[in-house]
């Protein structure tokens, strides 16, 4: 079978992504220099520490507001060159759902209205608006009955319920997802990650799935990718990152999610140092060196650059951990 052009395309690429922003004290280097793709149907997951970048990541991809420089390509169109309407109607097939439901959707509207409104927006007649709000609500496990109430009188998981039919009612491809269960009831985030994986399913969506938890990534999404200060220390398929952590920063994360899915990893035996560095001054070279046990003269020197360790899996780093027991260990840098 022939593919279609647009069944063809990359739905997402990132090539460069910069996000500086002027302080008082300084330009904060929120993102700098980051580039990856998210394929067709498949879930991207980006993870890191608080004040890493993915928020700004995130919301730089959907423009609001633009990169400071570099560029975001959504199903073949540059997102930093488009505007009114062609803008608009991108912004319906890329949706994005924040980390708090609540403070997300609009306490004075009932939320029949709030779910309609990306089909007010597409000039949807009344008639299949109402139609459409309904079918996205049994979707997502809310009764139409109750869409005459307002936001305040769901719990969270059920606001972000509501978020979900929001962004789905309007047919998009791809869903940014920022943290969306942070903010929920251990019970609740399962439900909601089931939620979220059913409808990736039903509607095949392409997903940038955004989370500080390596453990909830895991069980969602196909490939991850790792920040470190405003960059991406390690990128690949999401079993080859979990089994073969290279990166001393990622082995890290890892040790505290020990046993993932039906992966249990022994200790790294590495340790932080320090603290987060100000994204106002980043170290040189390697952004990670004054927090990295394995850290050396080079490291200060040469930024290290994104390298293939294994297929589907690069690295960014002078010194990676190189697993024992693979048949091949050689690897850049050693
Ligand atoms: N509008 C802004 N003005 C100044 N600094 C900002 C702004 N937005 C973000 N930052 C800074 O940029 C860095 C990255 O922030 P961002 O919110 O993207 O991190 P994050 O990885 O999403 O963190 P978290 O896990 O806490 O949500 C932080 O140092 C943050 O303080
Ligand atoms: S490049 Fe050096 S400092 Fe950076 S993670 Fe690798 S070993 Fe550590
Ligand atoms: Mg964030």
Same mark, same amino acid.
């Given at each position: 079978?022939?593919?279609?052009?647009?069944?063809?395309?990359?739905?997402?690429? &990132?090539?460069?992504?910069?996000?500086?922003?002027?302080?008082? /004290?300084?330009?904060?280097?929120?993102?700098? /220099?980051?580039?990856?793709?998210?394929?067709?149907?498949? &879930?991207?997951?980006?993870?890191?520490?608080?004040?890493?970048?993915?928020?700004?990541?995130?919301?730089?991809?959907?423009?609001?507001?633009?990169?400071?420089?570099?560029?975001?390509?959504?199903?073949?169109?540059?997102?930093?060159?488009?505007?009114?309407?062609?803008?608009?109607?991108?912004?319906?097939?890329?949706?994005?759902?924040?980390?708090?439901?609540?403070?997300?959707?609009?306490?004075?509207?009932?939320?029949?209205?709030?779910?309609?409104?990306?089909?007010?927006?597409?000039?949807?007649?009344?008639?299949?608006?109402?139609?459409?709000?309904?079918?996205?609500?049994?979707?997502?496990?809310?009764?139409?009955?109750? /869409?005459?109430?307002?936001?305040?009188?769901?719990?969270?998981?059920?606001?972000?319920?509501?978020?979900?039919?929001?962004?789905? &009612?309007?047919?998009?491809?791809?869903?940014?997802?920022?943290?969306?269960?942070?903010?929920?009831?251990?019970?609740?985030?399962?439900?909601?990650?089931?939620?979220?994986?059913?409808?990736?399913?039903?509607?095949?969506?392409?997903?940038?799935?955004?989370?500080?938890?390596?453990?909830?990534?895991?069980?969602?999404?196909?490939?991850?990718?790792?920040?470190?200060?405003?960059?991406?220390?390690?990128?690949?398929?999401?079993?080859?990152?979990?089994?073969?952590?290279?990166?001393?920063?990622?082995?890290?994360?890892?040790?505290?999610?020990?046993?993932?899915?039906?992966?249990?990893?022994?200790?790294?035996?590495?340790?932080?140092?320090?603290? &987060?560095?100000?994204?106002?001054?980043?170290?040189?070279?390697?952004?990670?060196?004054?927090?990295?046990?394995?850290?050396?003269?080079?490291?200060?020197?040469?930024?290290?650059?994104?390298?293939?360790?294994?297929?589907?899996?690069?690295?960014?780093?002078?010194?990676?951990?190189?697993?024992?027991?693979?048949?091949?260990?050689?690897?850049?840098?050693?």
């Amino acid at each position: 079978m022939t593919m279609t052009k647009a069944e063809n395309r990359v739905p997402l690429r &990132v090539v460069n992504l910069e996000c500086t922003f002027p302080t008082r /004290g300084g330009t904060v280097q929120a993102v700098s /220099g980051i580039s990856f793709e998210v394929r067709p149907g498949e &879930v991207l997951a980006l993870v890191g520490e608080s004040g890493c970048g993915k928020s700004t990541t995130g919301k730089a991809i959907m423009q609001l507001p633009p990169p400071t420089s570099g560029s975001v390509e959504f199903e073949g169109t540059d997102l930093t060159s488009v505007t009114g309407s062609s803008l608009r109607d991108i912004r319906r097939r890329l949706q994005i759902i924040f980390q708090d439901p609540i403070s997300a959707l609009n306490p004075r509207r009932k939320i029949k209205d709030i779910i309609a409104e990306g089909l007010v927006i597409a000039g949807v007649p009344k008639e299949e608006r109402q139609k459409r709000v309904e079918v996205a609500m049994r979707q997502v496990g809310l009764d139409p009955a109750n /869409g005459e109430r307002r936001p305040r009188e769901f719990s969270g998981g059920q606001c972000q319920r509501i978020a979900i039919a929001r962004a789905i &009612v309007v047919n998009p491809t791809m869903l940014i997802c920022d943290e969306p269960v942070a903010s929920l009831d251990v019970s609740i985030q399962a439900q909601i990650l089931n939620l979220l994986e059913e409808t990736r399913r039903t509607y095949d969506l392409s997903m940038l799935f955004i989370s500080h938890d390596l453990a909830v990534v895991n069980s969602i999404s196909d490939r991850v990718a790792v920040m470190y200060l405003g960059r991406i220390v390690e990128i690949g398929d999401a079993d080859s990152v979990y089994r073969h952590a290279a990166h001393p920063y990622t082995n890290i994360l890892l040790d505290s999610a020990p046993t993932v899915g039906d992966v249990v990893r022994p200790p790294s035996g590495l340790e932080l140092k320090g603290e &987060v560095p100000s994204p106002l001054n980043p170290p040189s070279g390697c952004r990670f060196r004054t927090r990295c046990p394995r850290a050396t003269a080079i490291c200060a020197e040469q930024e290290p650059v994104l390298q293939e360790v294994r297929t589907e899996h690069q690295v960014a780093c002078h010194h990676p951990v190189v697993d024992p027991d693979l048949p091949n260990n050689e690897r850049p840098h050693v």
